[in-house]
Structures are given as C-alpha cells and as structure tokens.
C-alpha cells in the first residue's frame, strides 16, 4: 500500500470486507476513498452544515461512516465523548481500531481508548441521522456499481 491517508488508524486497517454488496470495497482504505467522492453537505450533520467545505468533508459524517463501515467490515461502532455530550464515532475490529472521519479535527489528538459502545438503536433514533445514513448507503451502492 503506497498510498497516504490522514485518517486515524489507516496504517493498520487492513481488515477485510465481509460483505461484497460495494464492488471495489475490500478495505478501509477502499470505503475512504469511495465516500471521498461521495461525501456532501447533505450527509453533514444539521447543526455542523454550515461549517461543512469539501475541504473539510469529513465534518458531521462519523456517526452515519462508522455504522456504514460496521455493515461492511463488522466489529463495533464506539464513541469518544465530546465537548457538548455528543459522541464522535469512530470503529473497532478485532484488534483494528480505525476512524475514517478524524481529519475534521485537525491536529487534535483524540483518545481512542476505552470508549463506550455506540448503538444504531440510539444514534437512528434520529430520524434525520437515520436518513443521512440511508442516502450514504444509497450513494455508495450507486458509486460502486
């Protein structure tokens, strides 16, 4: 692998797909690449919109990237608690631990240790969230084939 990626974990995420719904999605790698073309404003959280730039794509996009990559690779969704008590989700496989939308930070450091497990049940309760994640699915679907 030569290529360089920014995310949180990308040197090591070389976890395989169980599922070949997404032609061409066989790694971690592969999905950030993929939904690089496919993130937008409308997939960015509703209160994060304005801010959203495809300079900045990944802002908004962890909770609907990492149940979307859970779907795809399986492991679990956890959440590192943030200013304001939301949860900025990132995902776990075996001993992988990898975050495709941790470049809206910036230089920040985040702690990937010891979060709590994040739930669709909690996380689609919102029905806007629920339908972000829908399209991003859709659009990923439509990208691959």
């Keep these: 692998m030569s290529k360089q990626y920014n995310f949180y974990g990308w040197e090591n995420a070389a976890v395989p797909a169980l599922t070949?719904?997404?032609?061409?999605i066989r790694t971690p790698q592969d999905l950030y690449d993929a939904l690089s073309e496919i993130w937008c404003a409308d997939?960015?959280?509703p209160r994060m919109r304005s801010d959203w730039t495809p300079e900045n794509k990944t802002l908004g996009q962890?909770?609907?990237t990492a149940f979307l990559a859970q779907d795809i690779f399986g492991g679990e969704v956890r959440g590192i608690l943030r200013p304001g008590g939301n949860?900025?989700?990132y995902n776990v496989v075996g001993d992988c631990v990898f975050d495709l939308?941790?470049?809206q930070f910036g230089a920040e450091v985040l702690d990937y240790a010891d979060n709590p497990l994040q739930s669709r049940e909690?996380?689609?309760a919102k029905e806007e969230k629920r339908l972000r994640y829908e399209r991003l699915k859709a659009?990923?679907?439509k990208f691959c084939n």
């Design 20 to 24: 070949d719904l997404y032609a061409g």
């Design 43 to 45: 997939t960015c959280a």
């Design 62 to 64: 962890c909770s609907i």
């Design 87 to 89: 949860y900025h989700c």
């Design 101 to 103: 939308t941790s470049e």
């Design 122 to 124: 909690v996380h689609f």
């Design 139 to 141: 659009d990923l679907r």
